[in-house]
């Protein structure tokens, strides 16, 4: 028996589904004593510093934790889990964390993008039981803003190099927190949790220590989802955003299926999209949820889920928050939502009004679960022009002339799937969004979409270059020199594919091995 500590922000089923495939039993918090009876304590912590001290508090957390950590028994804390242990974090200021290792949390300063999202290394700096297995070349899944700086080197158990090296874990006694998240690092992480729940394991260093560690390319694998004809959940793929084909809806497999196939070949994370969730209330369509459900116990890397996240009103007359449309899929076991639509008209209204209302569906999302929890998905098409005067939007100079010879060209976004065209730019769209809190853009490409034709650089460069959080190129990948290209062509973060996949044409395993020795990538 295992107990977690859950203070209800976010998803600790991920958390749970791995503890779980160890073989451990688990006992979730309802109480302090719960804490102080425990054997072994998890603590997944989820979303800022300062609501996370705020719930401890208000719980009556803070003092049976801070007795059982002064006690130093067996504890295991994860990301703001790790953070929670030092005296504060500039996230919030004035807060006081629980002072169990000297130092603070800072904000990442560097020239890259931020928040780190993505596999990166970890360099042992001290023997651990943690390391049992493990070559120490493995990648571990991070995504945080904020890193730890203890006082001393004392209890440092690893570092991790992103533009400067920080403290990636920490062991002080049976006290082991990581800052990246072992229950969404495959194998490698489940191997590490598994030494943790295993106290009689010998504590060793491993043999290789990556000097600099760095961040690899993720390579992610899209299943659009939703019903076709007969009223079966399909994941299906369009071209150019068409699904159909004869009339009938593409069925191109099962989701709970094909997630667990992509997982198994190597893929860094996975993202469903609900495509026709524009529609429909996304909670009656509980499939979906029941869907990321399954998924989520059997596939240990970060799953996205995307599709008609914004506010409703149900046939009750029940006003539904986004941000409770989110939480049922976090707690349903996405580690992030994707906003499609709705993050089009918050702009537009933003460009009206010059301000975005305080319960835009971004910026309440972001606050309760943190901006690397909010993706906004992006559905742009090209418009050519003649001149980059002819529109007030953000145009380019095209190397690929438009159907009349023009040379420029803007990104028109899009709704509903691509079914209305609004007067907002990709750039624009992707710039405010930062603004209000969304921690990763997923550019997708109407002209590229399902054509094998590879990925529009000029598109992910333009966005790329505006923002500061990463991007996901998405749309048009043909084969695995698209990869490199894009890679190498632009500073995409990650790039996404599903064609290709789905029809078994390349596998994320050749892709990688394309990859290999040529681009920064996680080894499947
Ligand atoms: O607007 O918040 O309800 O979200 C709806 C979501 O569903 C959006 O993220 C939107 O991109 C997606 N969507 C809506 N309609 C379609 C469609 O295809 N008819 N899917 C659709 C877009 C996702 C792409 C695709 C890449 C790669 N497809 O990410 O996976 O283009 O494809 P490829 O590798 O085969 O070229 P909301």
């Not at 801070?66 to 996230?91: H, K």
Request: overall charge negative.
């Amino acid at each position: 028996m295992i107990t977690l500590l859950d203070y209800g922000a976010g998803n600790v089923r991920s958390v749970v589904n791995a503890l779980e495939r160890l073989g451990e039993t688990v006992k979730i918090v309802s109480n302090g004593d719960d804490i102080l009876q425990a054997d072994r304590l998890i603590f997944p912590g989820v979303g800022d510093f300062g609501s996370m001290m705020h719930t401890l508090r208000t719980k009556n957390f803070i003092a049976p934790l801070t007795s059982y950590l002064q006690a130093g028994r067996p504890f295991f804390g994860i990301c703001l889990g790790l953070q929670a242990l030092f005296d504060g974090s500039e996230e919030a200021p004035g807060v006081v964390g629980l002072g169990i290792i000297p130092g603070r949390v800072k904000r990442f300063t560097v020239d890259l993008a931020v928040p780190h999202i993505g596999w990166n290394g970890i360099k042992a700096r001290q023997p651990s039981r943690l390391f049992n297995g493990l070559h120490g070349d493995e990648k571990f899944y991070f995504v945080h803003s904020y890193h730890v700086v203890p006082e001393t080197d004392e209890w440092v158990l690893t570092a991790t190099d992103y533009g400067y090296e920080f403290v990636s874990a920490i062991q002080k006694g049976n006290i082991i927190a990581t800052q990246f998240h072992p229950e969404k690092s495959g194998k490698a992480g489940l191997a590490l949790l598994a030494n943790f729940l295993d106290a009689t394991r010998a504590a060793i260093i491993p043999a290789a220590a990556p000097e600099p560690t760095r961040l690899a390319k993720r390579i992610i694998a899209c299943l659009d989802v939703r019903t076709n004809n007969r009223g079966d959940l399909v994941v299906t793929k369009g071209d150019q955003y068409d699904v159909r084909e004869n009339g009938e809806v593409r069925n191109l497999g099962k989701p709970v299926q094909l997630a667990g196939r992509y997982y198994n070949e190597g893929a860094d994370e996975i993202t469903f999209l609900n495509i026709t969730a524009f529609r429909d209330f996304p909670l009656k369509d509980m499939p979906m949820l029941k869907v990321l459900e399954l998924t989520s116990k059997n596939v240990f890397v970060p799953l996205t889920i995307g599709g008609g996240i914004r506010d409703y009103k149900d046939k009750d007359g029940r006003h539904w928050s986004a941000l409770e449309v989110a939480a049922e899929y976090f707690r349903s076991g996405a580690d992030k939502i994707s906003i499609g639509s709705d993050a089009v008209l918050i702009v537009e209204d933003v460009l009206k009004t010059g301000q975005a209302g305080g319960m835009n569906s971004i910026g309440q999302i972001a606050r309760v679960y943190g901006n690397q929890a909010v993706v906004i998905s992006i559905d742009p098409r090209r418009v050519y022009v003649e001149t980059p005067a002819a529109v007030s939007h953000h145009v380019i100079e095209t190397a690929i002339p438009g159907p009349g010879g023009e040379h420029y060209c803007w990104y028109q976004c899009t709704i509903k799937g691509g079914r209305e065209g609004r007067e907002v730019d990709a750039v624009t769209l992707a710039t405010i969004c930062e603004q209000l809190g969304a921690g990763e853009i997923l550019l997708n490409c109407i002209d590229r979409d399902g054509t094998n034709a590879g990925f529009d650089l000029e598109l992910i460069n333009d966005v790329k270059n505006a923002v500061s959080i990463p991007v996901i190129a998405s749309s048009g990948a043909g084969n695995a020199a698209h990869f490199y290209e894009v890679f190498t062509r632009t500073e995409a973060d990650a790039a996404l594919a599903a064609g290709i996949f789905h029809r078994q044409e390349v596998s994320i395993g050749e892709v990688k091995e394309y990859l290999q020795d040529k681009v920064e990538i996680r080894p499947v």
